[in-house]
């Protein structure tokens, strides 16, 4: 399976980028997907996940309010609408599958592969 994350680019504090994380290869519509990101010498860190069917989502404290997590199975694109973005978002944004219980997806160690990430930079 391929995951390839879009979307990505540069946005004044305060704007708006919606990624999407298209997966090719094999369906991931059976399995939780999951958005990280990681800041140049950081960590990688969780943002948001929603369940295989979409009827559940769950989401860092600092992105709450912030952040849309939604998915569209018929495509197997997982996608991430922010708004109000801030300077601290700058990082590089993957998303990842999930076979874990729901308890446990925000770890990264509990992703199952990775795909290419996004750039997302927010300028102040």
């Known amino acids: 399976v391929q995951l390839q994350a879009s979307g990505g680019g540069l946005v004044q504090t305060g704007g708006s980028l919606r990624l999407s994380c298209a997966a090719s290869?094999?369906?991931?519509?059976?399995?939780?997907m999951g958005w990280f990101r990681q800041a140049p010498e950081e960590e990688r860190e969780f943002v948001a996940a929603i369940t295989a069917s979409g009827s559940s989502t769950i989401y860092a404290d600092s992105m709450k309010g912030r952040f849309i997590i939604s998915r569209d199975n018929a495509k197997s694109t997982v996608y991430l609408q922010m708004d109000n973005l801030k300077a601290e978002d700058t990082a590089i944004y993957y998303c990842a599958p999930t076979d874990k219980p729901w308890s446990l997806v925000d770890r990264p160690e509990t992703a199952l592969y990775w795909g290419q990430g996004t750039l997302v930079t927010v300028s102040s």
């Open positions: 290869g094999r369906t991931v519509s059976r399995l939780g």
